[in-house]
């Protein structure tokens, strides 16, 4: 069965670049969508967007100005980029698996993500 | 503010049945297939329904979801205390991205 695994620095200082890795194991990257979603303490999920194995992508449009989401096939990752980051971006981030866009089949275990100087 | 509407919470003795609602619109649920995720304290969501009320291998019959114009329900049967969790549910948006319900938290008393 499929793992991720998310990693990146846990705390990020306003204004700069967030940057997260999901490492894929017991799978492919092929043949399957993977999106980023992010989960603020306490609070619900927000989708963030996805990359089909093809290299398409998809944003929120809320943050799409600040979003940059790519794969690296030959190391089985998917790169999250997050700009200018402020307080209301602290979240935990997690990488899915999905058969389609519409769907996350598989999640990551999260990675928790802090906003401060 | 969820683009989907679920009640915060819902409760129910062990061995009964709890209805978890999850109202949308024409937009996202009206014209696209629900999604249901479990996530149990501490941990990551968990896929427990795809495209309105398919299981993936391994989620137990207790667990049903359907779907209805711009409303979609899941259907919790013989509760157990592990099935203490909080509960979303997604759908594609036809603003092209993905949306959540704001959650709801299962309480098995």
């Known amino acids: 069965q499929v793992q991720l695994q998310e990693s990146g620095p846990g705390l990020v200082k306003p204004s700069e670049t967030l940057s997260l890795t999901c490492t894929v194991s017991?799978?492919?990257?092929?043949?399957?969508?993977w999106s980023w979603i992010r989960q603020p303490p306490g609070k619900g999920l927000e989708w963030i967007g996805y990359i089909s194995y093809t290299g398409g992508t998809n944003y929120n449009p809320s943050l799409k100005s600040r979003v940059t989401i790519s794969v690296d096939t030959s190391k089985n990752q998917v790169s999250l980029n997050l700009s200018s980051v402020t307080a209301a971006d602290a979240a935990v981030y997690y990488c899915a698996e999905g058969l389609d866009h519409r769907r996350f089949d598989f999640w990551g275990q999260g990675t928790l993500v802090t906003v401060s100087s | 503010q969820s683009v989907l509407t679920q009640p915060p919470s819902v409760s129910a003795a062990p061995g009964q049945k709890v209805t978890i609602s999850c109202s949308g619109s024409?937009?996202?649920?009206?014209?696209?297939?629900v999604s249901w995720y479990q996530q149990l304290p501490k941990t990551a969501p968990k896929l427990l329904i795809y495209?309105?009320?398919k299981r993936p291998s391994g989620i137990p019959d207790r667990f049903s979801g359907s779907k209805s114009g711009t409303s979609a329900t899941l259907d919790i049967t013989g509760l157990q205390t592990g099935d203490e969790a909080d509960y979303y549910c997604g759908a594609w948006d036809s603003s092209l991205r993905g949306v959540f319900g704001g959650g709801t938290k299962l309480t098995v008393l």
């Open positions: 495209e309105n009320n």
């Open positions: 024409g937009s996202n649920i009206g014209n696209n297939f």
């Open positions: 017991g799978g492919s990257i092929k043949n399957y969508y």
